[in-house]
């Protein structure tokens, strides 16, 4: 299995041509860089911790750039040269203030496109002779947030936390609220890890975030439909 990590736009901020990006059974649209290498490093995870090495298709992960780019590149994406090899798609997009107005529009994005159109979050939508489609909205559950909400949730017990705990409450006795206050514990913690100067994607590479916390038993599931095609072979 090859996972490769592909934006949608050039350098120059013009669509990428698709005829030129490599053929996969498993395509998964993803908002930026962060939330693409922390897939691929849980896939890899995953795939570690699977005794039955059965086939798996090659994945491409694309970096959308932000939600709006979605209702743009699934169009695309179905006219693309190979289309036709693709078995399944996984979309996967923060909540911010609403899961509900995020899991809208993602419908509305795959009923424009003629894909498959899922009716609830990480439960597979299929059609004949299309792609079966799996969304997750982070952080789940039907809750506001995003990918950091699960990633602080998953440092939470790490004795470090009670460190970041106190930094913020300094922080916010000198400065007041700290704005996006989730991304900014996330930054704190990895300040705390070995090699402080890297990004949450890059953190997962160092293997700074414990997969096996139930905090990413969304992510796990959503990725064993996805990646796995199925129910999890891997504890979810």
Not at 82 to 87: D, L, N, P, T
Not at 146 to 171: G, I, M
Not at 193 to 204: E, F, I, L, R, W
Request: aromatic share 6%; hydrophobic share 40%; charged share 25%.
């Amino acid at each position: 299995m090859a996972v490769t990590l592909i934006k949608t736009r050039n350098s120059k901020g013009d669509p990428i041509d698709l005829s030129q990006q490599p053929d996969a059974g498993v395509q998964i649209l993803v908002e930026g860089g962060d939330d693409s290498r922390i897939l691929k490093a849980l896939i890899d995870h995953m795939a570690g911790a699977i005794s039955d090495r059965q086939e798996i298709e090659d994945v491409n992960i694309y970096e959308l750039g932000g939600k709006p780019s979605l209702k743009r590149f699934l169009p695309v994406l179905v006219k693309s040269e190979g289309f036709e090899q693709v078995k399944r798609i996984g979309i996967l997009l923060d909540a911010d203030d609403s899961e509900e107005r995020a899991f809208q529009s993602v419908q509305s994005a795959l009923k424009n496109a003629g894909l498959p159109v899922p009716h609830e979050p990480n439960a597979p939508a299929e059609a004949d002779g299309r792609p079966s489609v799996t969304a997750l909205i982070l952080p789940g559950g039907g809750r506001a947030g995003e990918l950091e909400t699960l990633l602080c949730e998953s440092f939470k017990d790490d004795p470090v936390n009670q460190c970041v705990d106190e930094f913020f409450e300094c922080v916010e006795r000198l400065n007041g609220a700290v704005e996006q206050p989730e991304k900014a514990r996330v930054r704190t913690y990895i300040a705390a890890q070995t090699d402080p100067n890297v990004a949450a994607g890059g953190a997962a590479e160092r293997g700074y975030w414990n997969f096996e916390h139930n905090a990413f038993q969304p992510i796990r599931r959503f990725m064993s439909l996805v990646v796995w095609g199925g129910e999890p072979q891997h504890p979810v």
